[in-house]
């Protein structure tokens, strides 16, 4: 059924908006246990990452989904998650150790604002350092630049959780990590997980905008340009027919009814002709 979709769709368009951001921007170094793989009898593995602001531009942008690059495939079941966000009293390379548990002390500026918080498991297929579409937390948190520096918590109190690595970067100015709470002695600033971001424009944006160009790999592929074209179009038709979470965009294809523009973790068909009426309403 999607594929029939997906061909009369592409021939109309012959005849807002998210991207997606791995950061850290220094690239893969080492698949590690941190933070999904560290658990231990009485423990509450607790990791603190902070990202620096400039990553993400000048203006505000929704977070509505982050993702993780395992190392290695098979079912793991989690347990109960909890990733919160907020901003930091700490840059890159300067993070305490964490208190543990959910709360952001000693790191945060003010109160955390839970952007994940349930039982998770996953089935992993596709592994390595680039492999970013089947271990993702999908939420909600709008943030600032302008207030400071992002930080991320995650918490995840499994004590038999041990198996599960992802891929890191080296410490940088763009982004470090602390943990506490694991199998592993606490530390900081010596490593930081890399994040994948699905990242929507707040206000003022052109929704159906979605990219610069339309072949993979090339700069500009997922980077909205303020301008709505044919290249959009076949973006969107790309991260679809991949099965990508930015596709997500409704619970349903009636305009006027509830859930009509509000994701719902679930890729169908009604994405498809949502975005083709948005993309057909122009900006």
């Known amino acids: 059924?999607?594929?029939?979709?997906?061909?009369?769709?592409?021939?109309?368009?012959?005849?807002?908006?998210?991207?997606?951001?791995?950061?850290?921007?220094?690239?893969?170094?080492?698949?590690?246990?941190?933070?999904?793989g560290?658990?231990?009898?009485?423990?509450?593995?607790?990791?603190?990452?902070?990202?620096d602001d400039a990553l993400f531009?000048?203006?505000?942008?929704?977070?509505?989904?982050?993702?993780f690059s395992p190392g290695l495939t098979g079912f793991f079941d989690l347990g109960q998650v909890t990733i919160s966000m907020g901003y930091s009293a700490f840059a890159?390379?300067?993070?305490?150790?964490?208190?543990?548990?959910?709360?952001?002390?000693?790191?945060?500026?003010?109160?955390?604002?839970?952007?994940?918080?349930?039982?998770?498991?996953?089935?992993?297929?596709?592994?390595?350092?680039?492999?970013?579409?089947?271990?993702?937390?999908?939420?909600?948190?709008?943030y600032d630049p302008a207030q400071g520096d992002l930080l991320i918590e995650i918490v995840q109190p499994s004590e038999t959780a041990t198996a599960l690595h992802v891929s890191r970067a080296a410490p940088s100015g763009?982004?470090?990590?602390?943990?506490?709470?694991?199998?592993f002695s606490a530390n900081a600033n010596i490593n930081a997980t890399r994040f994948d971001f699905d990242l929507q424009p707040v206000g003022g944006g052109c929704d159906p905008d979605l990219t610069t160009g339309a072949i993979p790999g090339q700069p500009g592929f997922g980077v909205p340009n303020g301008v709505l074209n044919n290249d959009d179009f076949?973006?969107?038709?790309?991260?679809?027919?991949?099965?990508?979470?930015?596709?997500d965009l409704t619970t349903g294809a009636i305009a006027g009814q509830p859930g009509y523009g509000v994701p719902n973790g679930i890729i169908n068909n009604d994405d498809f002709f949502y975005y083709l009426a948005i993309f057909a309403a122009g900006c």
């Open 38 to 51: 560290g658990g231990i009898a009485g423990g509450v593995p607790t990791m603190h990452q902070v990202f």
């Open 92 to 142: 890159p390379g300067s993070l305490a150790i964490p208190s543990g548990g959910v709360g952001g002390a000693p790191n945060a500026a003010g109160a955390m604002s839970t952007f994940y918080d349930a039982p998770t498991a996953f089935t992993i297929t596709l592994s390595g350092s680039e492999a970013w579409t089947e271990m993702r937390f999908n939420g909600s948190f709008v």
């Open 174 to 183: 763009e982004s470090t990590r602390s943990y506490t709470g694991m199998r």
């Open 234 to 247: 076949f973006y969107y038709l790309f991260i679809f027919s991949n099965n990508d979470p930015a596709a």
């Open 57 to 67: 531009g000048t203006d505000p942008v929704e977070i509505t989904s982050i993702g």
């Open 1 to 36: 059924m999607k594929k029939s979709v997906i061909g009369f769709v592409a021939v109309a368009a012959l005849a807002g908006s998210a991207s997606a951001q791995v950061f850290p921007t220094t690239g893969h170094a080492a698949s590690n246990f941190i933070p999904f």
